[in-house]
């Protein structure tokens, strides 16, 4: 089973990354200025993550596909790693969609 890292970043931030039950992040959020609203980050990835509409695949500058994760309010609530291929981020985001709903929290602060 996955699970949601939550960390602390240099600037005072907290973080939090989802991790599949291989110990590889799948997920990270972007920083936020509370524990609590963090908190509430994870929630809304757990609740978006079922939603496959709420997953925008993009691709970067390099070429590199990648996802983010959506709230209902169109707020990014996570992204993930660059991938290799299309093939391997749909992947990820089948490993959001299983891992995110029952993923227990873990803080490493």
Do not use: D
């Not at 996955?2 to 590889?24: C, D, P, Y």
């Not at 993009?58 to 993930?80: C, D, E, M, R």
């Amino acid at each position: 089973m996955g699970k949601f890292v939550i960390t602390t970043r240099k600037n005072g931030e907290f973080q939090f990354n989802l991790k599949a039950s291989n110990g590889q992040v799948i997920l990270t959020s972007e920083g936020y200025t509370t524990k609590t609203a963090c908190l509430n980050g994870v929630e809304s990835v757990r609740k978006n993550a079922v939603v496959p509409e709420r997953f925008e695949v993009k691709v970067a500058k390099n070429g590199k596909p990648f996802f983010n994760l959506k709230a209902s309010n169109g707020q990014v609530v996570g992204s993930s790693q660059m991938y290799a291929s299309e093939e391997t981020l749909k992947k990820g985001i089948a490993s959001v969609t299983k891992n995110a709903p029952e993923a227990p929290v873990v803080e490493e602060l």
